[in-house]
């Protein structure tokens, strides 16, 4: 099938916009503050930890997401209704401003004439001293009405000036009320758009998990050749790897709240591996299948307990069966943790399900 431009482009956008998404996700403080132990962790261990944590947040981060759209499209109606209204106001100040206008230049051709009333009744009242005392005073007195009447138009024409220069500066201000409005409206709109491409481009949790769950063994390659102790975390009694501390933790309370109480043991040295071999009549301690043991014991150094990333789960103080209620529960939902069982040992839980 041919690729086009445009799909290539999409396709990095959908790119681009996932690792933003993942990237804004809030990693608690027990992922974001590390000790030098921490610090040191390989990188994929540490890809691991933000894919589950990722996988274990996104519902959330998600349903965060959706109520922010929510609050910008309400926006988006509330600055809908900004620009009708600022329209509206243009409207009315442009037409109030062409009324003043036109006012005022009705007033100024109203002074012109005024203006042109008194230079004819001067030119009259000159003529009129040529012919009789009558003559002059209506010539007189036609020319105080004339400039009583150019009185009054010049002050007219200075109410319509005044009336024309407010009209046009509310107009403008109308106008610029309405860019600021039409700004505020798009601004909006982006936002939402936004929002909409991020919710669109979040990952599913199953496939963070999934993502997790195809480089654990990588995981584990990279941890055991310079795991020290300090690099562990003890959770609700459990020391387990900082690399997992939190997927176990979210584990260990989600049952809680199903009913199911989890706990177990953990890390353990590499000494007490070799102690367990033997405890465990292991025909011998570093060369004989963990099968051959009374109770199955990985050969010391390599046992997933030896970097923290297994956990034998008791629920209620025992061992789990397959028959426990605990079992059951993992078996339907510690996928979802990143935790796989081996499936000779109901209890056995590790990133790996080695």
Known sequence: MRVTRRQVAQSRARRFLTAAVLAAVVVPAALTVASPAEAAIPAVAKTWSRLMFGSLTVTATGAGMRRTLATQRATVTTRTAGVTKATAALTAARKAATTASASDTAAKARVTAARQ???TAKTNLAKAKQRSKAAVTRARAALTAAQRTLTLRTSQARTAATALTT??????????SLNSANVAFKSASAAVET??????ALPTPASLSAQAAAVSKDVVTAVRPTFVPAETRIVYGTTVHWNVAYSYKRMVDDAAKAG????????RTKQRQIELRKINGCPDVWTAPASSCRVPTAIPGRSLHEIG???DITSGGRSLTSKSPGFKWLQAHAAKYGFKNLPSEPWHWSITGG
């Open 167 to 176: 009209a046009s500066a509310s107009a403008a201000a109308a106008g610029t």
């Open 309 to 311: 990333m297994a956990v």
């Open 195 to 200: 929002s909409k491409q991020k919710i669109a």
């Open 260 to 267: 199911i109480p989890l706990s177990g043991g953990g890390f």
């Open 117 to 119: 009333a008194v230079t």
